[in-house]
């Protein structure tokens, strides 16, 4: 059971606009801490998309954004391409754990 | 450019103590801010964050996990090792070390990980 609850799948058109989510609590995301965002392509290793409030890192489109309210956070792409079908997970510090967390990962499925 | 590998045996059996190595080039571990992290990922299943050590030798570990693991860097091969004990099936996973994006709770650089198999 990940600290941060994210849906397992979500699936959309090419050109689509996509929201992926991501649920934490009153000591992660809802304590300020920034939430990264993670794209894996099969058999890779994790690749950072939102590095929190930073600037997204060179190379990623800005199709992806990312945004936060409460303890929640939200992963958009916008112009959803066959490219972007990938796992994605969310990240974030948790004070009460004293450590980083991870969501369970959701698998995007362009139609 | 920031480069990252991890190394170390692809079988281990159970009860045996994992030794893995991450070595890595394009920054220093001597310079402020910087860190190194251990994440791992079962097939199929989602990342867990394992350790992590700081430029000043801060280590932090996952409390699940924290009685078997141990972190350590040395900062002349520019390496970190990461140890852990008493290992079990379940500990079956891609082992990855990641550079922590400075002044951020984020990894912008990972290795390539490397599979781990415990089996008897």
């Known amino acids: 059971q990940s600290v941060l609850t994210q849906p397992p799948s979500v699936s959309g058109a090419p050109g689509q606009r996509l929201t992926i989510s991501c649920t934490g609590s009153s000591s992660n995301i809802g304590a300020d801490y920034d939430v990264y965002w993670y794209q894996q392509l099969p058999g890779t290793a994790p690749k950072l998309l939102i590095p929190?409030?930073?600037n997204r890192p060179s190379g990623v489109p800005d199709r992806f954004s990312g945004s936060e309210s409460g303890t929640s956070a939200s992963l958009a792409i916008t112009g959803l391409q066959a490219e972007d079908e990938a796992y994605y997970y969310c990240q974030s510090y948790d004070n009460s754990l004293s450590g980083w967390v991870f969501g369970g990962g959701t698998k995007l499925t362009v139609l | 450019q920031i480069t990252l590998k991890e190394s170390g045996p692809t079988l281990v059996k159970p009860t045996q103590t994992l030794t893995l190595t991450c070595t890595f080039s394009?920054?220093?571990?001597?310079?402020?801010?910087?860190?190194v992290g251990w994440i791992r990922q079962p097939p199929g299943k989602a990342l867990e964050w394992l350790a992590l050590i700081y430029w000043d030798d801060d280590k932090r570990y996952s409390p699940s996990l924290k009685s078997r693991l141990t972190i350590t860097k040395d900062t002349s091969k520019n390496q970190v090792v990461l140890t852990m004990t008493n290992m079990a099936p379940v500990d079956t996973a891609t082992y990855y070390c990641a550079h922590s994006l400075p002044g951020t709770k984020g990894f912008d650089y990972w290795g390539q990980g490397t599979l781990v198999t415990v089996s008897s």
């Open positions: 394009g920054f220093s571990l001597n310079t402020f801010a910087m860190g």
């Open positions: 929190g409030t930073s």
